[in-house]
């Protein structure tokens, strides 16, 4: 039997990753690569094996039928190898090589960032590779090994370990406060400056939850700024823009600096879990367990941002 090249399991890796997520863009992205690397992998792979594998237009990258059948047994080749990777890595025992990680923006730049210095402290050998996108991905199509997301998973593949409360607060500067006054109740809202942020795939405005009494109430305030980013709510907000809602992981430092000040305190609600969420066959892996036990250390009970409430 004819041993297969490099070139060509490289050419399979890209066409497999390529068709999974939609776009050259995306599978370089999870390969490391550029997107023209990818291009050219699959062009090579096409070339020998004498077929087209995709129908490319200028919007769309769609399998033909004989790229839908080398799909489906690519796949199956590409997961024995990962396979084989994560059996090494549990007999191996020791915490070394890489760790692939995906976080939101926000949780990843607030939390998970000014921590990886302390965790690569403890595991030198470890290296680091953190995928920092608002949108879900595929964990086990992207080889992600640890994921952190708002909300239980509907994969059954996944295996999820609730980490905190994904709390949200009403904030404002000192100086918007000194002029306006503070809001006692939800319906003060009405009369104040808002920030309020738009949903980046709706086109929808954020709508404010707040637990009153019992039950748990959405209010879309009057905004006299909107932007399409959390953490530009803040800043904005900082900057005497108005009451803003944020995450508490996101305000808190500048609540520490004394640039917010937490209003409506008694209102606040939880949107949600924060989640770490990993593949069934990660396992075992002694990244990811050293990972998710870094985790947990981070994530205490509450939260050391979450103490911002206490502050009004």
């Known amino acids: 039997m004819e041993q297969i090249g490099i070139d060509r399991l490289t050419g399979l890796i890209a066409f497999s990753r390529a068709a999974s997520l939609g776009s050259y863009t995306a599978a370089a992205r999870a390969l490391s690569v550029s997107p023209s690397a990818v291009s050219k992998s699959i062009q090579r792979l096409e070339e020998r094996l004498g077929l087209k594998l995709f129908a490319r237009t200028t919007r769309s990258l769609t399998l033909t039928p004989e790229g839908r059948v080398l ?4 796949i199956r080749l590409l997961r024995d190898a990962e396979e084989i990777e994560q059996v090494a890595a549990t007999v191996r025992g020791e915490p070394a090589g890489p760790v692939k990680l995906a976080a939101p923006s926000p949780i990843a730049l607030h939390i998970l960032a000014p921590k990886l210095a302390l965790f690569r402290e403890r595991y030198p050998k470890i290296t680091v590779d953190l995928r920092v996108s608002d949108t879900m991905s595929d964990l086990i199509q992207e080889g992600i090994d640890v994921a952190i997301r708002i909300g239980s998973p509907e994969d059954s593949r996944l295996i999820a370990r609730r980490l905190g409360p994904n709390k949200a607060g009403a904030f404002a500067s ?32 954020l709508r404010w939850p707040f637990q009153v009494g019992n039950r748990t109430v959405e ?12 953490e530009a709510v803040t800043v904005a907000v900082a900057g005497g823009a108005g009451i803003g809602l944020s995450p508490t992981y996101v305000a808190a430092p500048y609540v520490a600096r004394g640039e917010l000040l937490p209003v409506l305190t008694e209102y606040w609600a939880d949107r949600g879990a924060i989640t770490a969420l990993w593949s069934e066959s990660r396992r075992g892996n002694p990244n990811v367990t050293a990972f998710v036990a870094f985790l947990r250390e981070i994530f205490t009970d509450p939260p050391a941002w979450d ?6």
Not at 219 to 230: F, H, I, W, Y
């Open 174 to 205: 000192p100086a918007y406060l000194a002029k306006r006054g503070a809001p006692h109740r939800v319906e003060d809202l009405e009369g104040h400056d808002c920030v309020n942020v738009r949903h980046y795939n709706s086109g929808q405005l």
């Open 71 to 74: 799909h489906d047994r690519a």
């Open 219 to 230: 209010v879309l305030p009057t905004a006299g700024v909107v932007v399409d980013n959390t």
């Open 307 to 312: 103490r911002i409430q206490a502050q009004n």
